[in-house]
């Protein structure tokens, strides 16, 4: 009985890999219409202003979602240790408000997120867009943050008080390394989420020296007077190979992380 099941779940899954290959095949394939490698080569030398506009594409994805993982793993750690092992009034309350924030589309916010990055003089410039992007998933971070915090026994916290340790040592020296499923987790979502974003990018660049990635397919299916679509594909191919990269380089972590946190307690 339990090697059909195995096998039904491996054909179901075989069948999902499948669907979603094709779409990725049917771009790649596109992407080499025509011109082959030429299409890629013609994409990376488009110059706006004698500005290499895809590398400086690329750069400007790796600032904003650097700056953006940053700020929310930063605030995301502290903030669900806080909710999670600290006693404050009103931390259930707190803690629900928050996670409210994060049923709110993104859309729903754009004209008064417009209108205060517009007062605080930050609109096209790369600040606006971390910060943006960082309150959007923080709500994320800290629900999956305290959910693995509460996994861990308050015993050991109170071990290392005795022994002298403040709550940001604690928090420091004995949350965070028993931590790894969960930083990983949200390293990997927040990398993928932020690099992907394309409201954001799309309404803070003003400046086309300051688009990211995301923004290319745009620029090259719309802006060259006629519809190139192995260029378009080609520039949709280039901005997935940073996700899978940096998939494949974390999915063994991903995995180690889940054994620690299985053979954690």
Same mark, same amino acid.
Request: net charge positive; with cysteine; aromatic share 10%.
């Given at each position: 009985?339990?090697?059909?099941?195995?096998?039904?779940?491996?054909?179901?899954?075989?069948?999902?890999?499948?669907?979603?290959?094709?779409?990725?095949?049917?771009?790649?394939?596109?992407?080499?219409?025509?011109?082959?490698?030429?299409?890629?080569?013609?994409?990376?030398?488009?110059?706006?202003?004698?500005?290499?506009?895809?590398?400086?594409?690329?750069?400007?994805?790796?600032?904003?979602?650097?700056?953006?993982?940053?700020?929310?793993?930063?605030?995301?750690? %502290?903030? +669900?240790? !806080?909710?999670?092992? =600290?006693?404050?009034?009103?931390? $259930?309350?707190? /803690?629900?408000?928050?996670? @409210?924030?994060?049923?709110?589309?993104?859309?729903?916010?754009?004209?008064?997120?417009?209108?205060?990055?517009?007062?605080?003089?930050?609109?096209?410039?790369?600040?606006?867009?971390?910060? %943006?992007? +960082?309150? !959007?998933?923080?709500? =994320?971070?800290?629900?999956?943050? $305290?959910?693995? /915090?509460?996994?861990?026994? @308050?015993?050991?916290?109170?071990?290392?008080?005795?022994?002298?340790?403040?709550?940001?040592?604690?928090?420091?020296?004995?949350?965070?390394?028993?931590?790894?499923?969960?930083?990983?987790?949200?390293?990997?979502?927040?990398?993928?989420?932020?690099?992907?974003?394309?409201?954001?990018?799309?309404?803070?660049?003003?400046?086309?020296?300051?688009?990211?990635?995301?923004?290319?397919?745009?620029?090259?299916?719309?802006?060259?007077?006629?519809?190139?679509?192995?260029?378009?594909?080609?520039?949709?191919?280039?901005?997935?190979?940073?996700?899978?990269?940096?998939?494949?380089?974390?999915?063994?972590?991903?995995?180690?992380?889940?054994?620690?946190?299985?053979?954690?307690?």
């Amino acid at each position: 009985m339990t090697k059909r099941r195995n096998r039904i779940i491996q054909l179901c899954l075989t069948i999902g890999a499948v669907i979603w290959i094709i779409p990725v095949i049917a771009a790649i394939r596109v992407s080499f219409k025509n011109g082959g490698f030429k299409n890629y080569t013609d994409v990376f030398d488009t110059k706006i202003n004698n500005i290499l506009i895809l590398p400086k594409m690329i750069s400007n994805s790796f600032a904003v979602t650097g700056g953006t993982i940053f700020i929310v793993m930063v605030s995301a750690t %502290l903030a +669900a240790y !806080a909710f999670s092992k =600290l006693k404050f009034k009103g931390r $259930k309350i707190f /803690f629900v408000l928050l996670l @409210s924030c994060y049923a709110i589309p993104m859309l729903c916010t754009l004209i008064p997120n417009s209108l205060l990055i517009k007062a605080l003089g930050l609109r096209g410039s790369y600040l606006s867009m971390i910060l %943006l992007l +960082a309150t !959007a998933n923080i709500p =994320l971070a800290i629900l999956i943050f $305290k959910g693995n /915090f509460d996994s861990i026994p @308050s015993s050991y916290l109170e071990a290392a008080r005795m022994d002298g340790c403040t709550d940001l040592k604690g928090f420091l020296y004995v949350i965070l390394p028993m931590s790894k499923p969960a930083i990983v987790n949200v390293l990997v979502v927040l990398f993928i989420q932020v690099w992907n974003d394309f409201q954001i990018p799309l309404v803070f660049s003003t400046n086309p020296e300051k688009y990211t990635l995301t923004l290319a397919p745009t620029f090259f299916g719309l802006t060259q007077n006629r519809l190139d679509l192995p260029h378009l594909y080609a520039s949709i191919v280039i901005i997935a190979i940073p996700v899978v990269v940096f998939y494949i380089l974390m999915q063994d972590k991903i995995v180690e992380g889940m054994s620690i946190g299985g053979l954690k307690e």
